[in-house]
T-cell receptor, first 114, second 115 residues
Framework: GDSVTQTEGQVTVSESKSLIINCTYS????????LFWYVRYPGEGLQLLLK?????QKGSSRGFEATYNKEATSFHLQKASVQESDSAVYYC???????????FGTGTRLQVLP | DPKIIQKPKYLVAVTGSEKILICEQY?????MYWYRQSAKKPLEFMFS???????DNQTASSRFQPQSSKKNHLDLQITALKPDDSATYFC??????????????FGPGTRLTVL
């Protein structure tokens, strides 16, 4: 079946430093999946951060970027300069082209130090 | 104003009891979903509904029964509760199923603890 792997359970970065959160995926269905990053801020619900539905494209939102790399089956999340308010749990996810089921990674907790 | 309401926020139950988790969405969406996140695990898809009809069920146990009394409601009834049912349950909705309109919006979750 489809799966998403986030290797880091927690990442700690100092404010204004750069960030990368790794995400790789495996999709067994025909066609390329849609890829997403969701974020959950403390005390809040899950929010869509960005999405990319076309292989090779880049998505961006709130200073975060992720590129859909179908050769590497990766969708890493990057930000050039993090802020303390970015502290949250980030979930990589995919939705196969022939289903409405979203498959999530285990999440990466980002802690930004002041 | 919250667009997807889940009630209650926290719920404690005893083994063997029955509980209903409430979900209402005010986004005008036609499709609704339930996901579950157990400790140290990713969110897992449970059900999808479109126009109040069950479209997909990936939950093995019949103890989990969605109930849709209105198009913008999808409650989740759980019977004969077990400690392994302890998790945060997320409701989600999308405009429709399929294509670009299938982007899913999530509620804040109900954290269920079964003692």
């Amino acid at each position: 079946g489809d799966s998403v792997t986030q290797t880091e359970g927690q990442v700690t970065v100092s404010e204004s430093k750069s960030l990368i959160i790794n995400c790789t995926y495996s999709a067994t269905s025909i066609g390329y999946p849609n890829l997403f990053w969701y974020v959950r801020y403390p005390g809040e619900g899950l929010q869509l951060l960005l999405k990319v539905i076309t292989a090779g494209q880049k998505g961006s939102s709130r200073g975060f970027e992720a590129t859909y790399n179908k050769e590497a089956t990766s969708f890493h999340l990057q930000k050039a300069s993090v802020q303390e308010s970015d502290s949250a749990v980030y979930y990589c996810a995919l939705r196969a082209s022939n289903t409405n089921k979203v498959v999530f990674g285990t999440g990466t907790r980002l802690q930004v130090l002041p | 104003d919250p667009k997807i309401i889940q009630k209650p926020k926290y719920l404690v139950a005893v083994t063997g009891s029955e509980k209903i988790l409430i979900c209402e969405q005010y986004l005008g969406h036609n499709a609704m979903y339930w996901y579950r996140q157990s400790a140290k695990k990713p969110l897992e898809f449970m059900f999808s509904y479109s126009y109040q009809k069950l479209m997909d069920n990936q939950t093995a146990s019949s103890r989990f029964q969605p109930q849709s009394s209105k198009k913008n409601h999808l409650d989740l009834q759980i019977t004969a509760l077990k400690p392994d049912d302890s998790a945060t349950y997320f409701c989600a909705s999308s405009q429709d199923m399929g294509g670009r309109s299938a982007e899913q919006f999530f509620g804040p979750g109900t954290r269920l603890t079964v003692l």
